[in-house]
């Protein structure tokens, strides 16, 4: 007789894993199908040990700048030893994961899953395929990095951003095709250990689902470090050879130049992990794009069977991941007041020197909506704390419903902002007003101050510029 559950989730990265949690804290009996490493692509390949290859870039160039804090240093780094720290960042975080599914009681199951009709799941572990059953399931599967058609990624001189985290050798002239958050930190972390970089970018923009004023700032402060940019242009073809990469590179006027790199990184997007897992069979309907369709619960089309994360489309964020895990968890379980998630307050990160963060409606997107708005701006160069830090680029910008004080969105580029976005995610929660964010008290000195300052800017209030 199969196994029965209350709930069994495909796919344990942040949405698969934390929905396991929640659903077991409201009393459901849980179990979890995981086909490589508990906490999914994000954990593993994801998020965290790029935050740990970052961390240890960004050490490495305040080394190489330590006069400018009155320091002396010798700089130099072990690439080797760097992607070693990463791995057990993420093996660190792995076995809390295990630890976390042991404390909830959630069975796992390390197996391929796939759907097997309504309540039906067959998980198969080498030659030996057996069936569960369960009142709901949540498909959870991720997506994966999107290929070039004439150019699939080999690992040696054509990665991924997988490939990217676990080099076998440093690049000297490295290709980034694309620039996305993934392309973007690639870039910067390459960049900032010596690599001539060259980023490729079909739009007008880097960071083109951020503000164009943010956009702007980046791809300035990415040439002065020493990269070379293009945008409107894309990559003809891109061949590998034993000594490194050729690509045909087509710009803004038509025309299609050869380069020769030492490496290529291909950051253009992910598909979702779709294919040989049942949706046809349980009767899941699919958007064009290939993503699960669901509602604002995470419901799908067919009874009983819920999605959440990068599976169902954008944005492809680990935080939206988890947060719809929660909300399918709940609804599932019976509980009330359950909130749809809200897109427009889903705040973006990206992790790059110079960092960028951003929740809501850019200027131009809250100017196509018709409403008339306020827009405040305050640089970092005006903060004490910034200036002190020697981290003074970059500034705080913030937009508003000129009738109603409505905060519409918030675009920061500098230290730290990745953290300080947070203020804002919540004041849209909190559905905070100009005149509650003008009366809060920031603490002085602190990076935070800016985003009060930026509030100001937008009323005509701005007291330090």
């Known amino acids: 007789m199969a196994d029965t559950y209350d709930l069994i989730v ?7 894993y934390v929905a396991a949690i929640r659903a077991s804290q409201l009393g459901l009996k849980c179990a979890i199908v995981e086909r490589e490493r508990l906490g999914g692509i994000c954990l593993n390949w994801g998020c965290i040990p790029t935050k740990a290859l970052l961390r240890s870039s960004e050490i490495y160039h305040y080394m190489a700048h330590a006069a400018d804090y009155g320091l002396t240093a010798t700089a130099g780094f072990d690439l080797g030893r760097i992607v070693q720290r990463s791995r057990k960042v993420a093996d660190q975080l792995n076995m809390g994961v295990k630890g976390l599914m042991k404390k909830h009681k959630v069975t796992v199951y390390e197996a391929v899953g796939a759907l097997a009709g309504k309540g039906a799941l067959t998980v198969t572990q080498g030659d030996k395929t057996v069936e569960l059953r369960a009142k709901n399931i949540i498909v959870a599967t991720g997506a994966r990095a999107r290929e070039l058609p004439f150019a699939k990624a080999d690992g040696k001189r054509i990665w991924t951003y997988r490939h990217a985290m676990v080099p076998d050798e440093m690049p000297t002239k490295l290709l980034v095709i694309g620039s996305g958050a993934i392309g973007v930190e690639f870039a910067s972390f390459y960049n900032d250990l010596g690599a001539e970089v060259t980023i490729v970018e079909m739009l007008d923009r880097v960071l083109p689902v951020e503000d164009a004023e943010v956009s702007d700032f980046v791809a300035k402060a ?19 050879t034993a000594k490194g990469v050729t690509a045909e590179i087509k710009g803004k006027d038509g025309k299609v130049e050869k380069a020769e790199f030492s490496h290529a990184i291909v950051a253009i997007g992910i598909v979702p992990n779709v294919e040989g897992i049942g949706l046809d069979t349980a009767g899941v309907r699919q958007a064009k794009n290939g993503h699960i369709e ?16 990068d599976v169902c489309g954008a944005p492809w964020l680990a935080h939206k991941a988890m947060h719809e895990a929660v ?18 307050s889903v705040p973006g990160c990206t992790y790059a020197r110079p960092q960028v963060a951003s929740v809501g409606l850019t200027e131009a997107k809250a100017r196509e909506s018709g409403r008339a708005i306020k827009v405040g701006k305050f640089p970092f160069i005006g903060n004490g704390k910034a200036i002190a830090l020697g981290e003074a680029d970059g500034f705080t910008k913030t937009v508003f419903d000129a009738e109603t004080g409505e905060l519409l969105g918030a675009h920061m580029v500098g230290p730290e902002v990745t953290e300080l976005i947070q203020g804002f995610t919540i004041a849209r929660q909190l559905e905070t007003t100009e005149a509650e964010l003008m009366a809060t008290i920031f603490p002085h000195p602190t990076l935070s101050e800016t985003m009060h300052e930026s509030v100001l800017s937008a009323y005509g209030g701005a007291l330090h510029i």
């Open 327 to 344: 909300i399918a968890a709940e609804t599932i379980a019976g509980k009330a007041g359950v909130h749809p998630i809200a897109p427009g």
């Open 10 to 16: 495909l796919g344990s990265g942040p949405g698969g």
């Open 222 to 240: 990415l040439k002065k470090q020493g990269m070379t940019i293009h945008t409107g242009t894309g990559v003809q073809s891109l061949a590998a």
């Open 294 to 309: 669901i509602d604002g619960y995470c419901r799908t089309s067919a009874e009983g069977i819920y999605a959440i994360g």
